[in-house]
């Protein structure tokens, strides 16, 4: 090796190691300034717990019993008297009496003004009924009147006789016929028969008007009649 000829030795700088203590020195203060702050402990606290009595919860209420009738008959009724209200009235010295006399009108009838005695008027009689004019046989249908022989009256050569009631339309027919008398049966049942059938009368007539009335009719049966 060869040495350099032209380095130049290395001096000393003072002023170069004093910068560098002073930085040193500026870090280790912020160091110890930015670290935490350590308190002394407190010292080691005993927690001590005490047992405070708690209140027994009340007595649950006593279930209510069914009564029974002799509780209730035994029970005393209670009778509630409600006081009247006291209502203030007034004094008689507070009421004022007013009367008013109104004159009597004089007895003596007014002139003019007497309705008189009250008349009942009565009504007049109605006028009497024309006189009622029964129904008469028509004398076109005369021959018709007469019923046939009922053939078991004429095997037994018996005579009969018949009496009925009619009641007479105004158109001259018979619209009810009644059984009166009759000597059988057979003869009632063959009057009815031609009555309702061939019977014609005029009609019975009140005041000119035609008008529904009964007839009694009386029918004669014959063995020589009817031979």
Not at 63 to 68: E, F, G, I, K
Not at 70 to 91: D, L, M
Not at 92 to 100: A, E, F, Q, R
Not at 113 to 126: R, Y
Request: avoid cysteine.
């Amino acid at each position: 090796m060869y040495a350099d000829r032209h380095a130049q030795p290395t001096r000393f700088n003072p002023g170069g190691l004093t910068a560098a203590i002073a930085i040193n020195a500026g870090l280790v203060a912020a160091l110890m300034f930015a670290g935490p702050t350590i308190l002394p402990g407190d010292p080691v606290r005993i927690l001590e717990t005490t047992n405070i009595p708690i209140d027994q919860p009340p007595p649950e209420p006593p279930t209510p019993q069914p009564r029974t009738e002799e509780v209730v008959a035994n029970r005393p009724t209670e009778t509630i008297v409600a006081p009247n209200p006291i209502v203030p009235t007034p004094s008689t010295s507070d009421l004022v009496t007013t009367t008013t006399i109104v004159p009597t009108p004089p007895l003596t009838p007014i002139i003019g003004s007497d309705p008189g005695p009250v008349v009942i008027a009565t009504p007049a009689p109605l006028p009497p009924l024309p006189p009622l004019i029964a129904p008469q046989v028509d004398p076109r249908y005369a021959s018709a009147f007469q019923p046939t022989y009922p053939p078991a009256e004429r095997r037994a050569n018996r005579d009969g006789r018949v009496t009925v009631r009619v009641l007479v339309g105004i158109d001259g027919r018979v619209k009810q016929i009644e059984r009166v008398t009759a000597t059988s049966d057979a003869f009632w049942q063959v009057t009815q028969d031609r009555a309702l059938r061939s019977w014609r009368f005029k009609p019975a007539t009140r005041g000119d008007v035609p008008v529904e009335a009964w007839r009694t009719m009386s029918l004669t049966f014959r063995m020589e009649d009817a031979g």
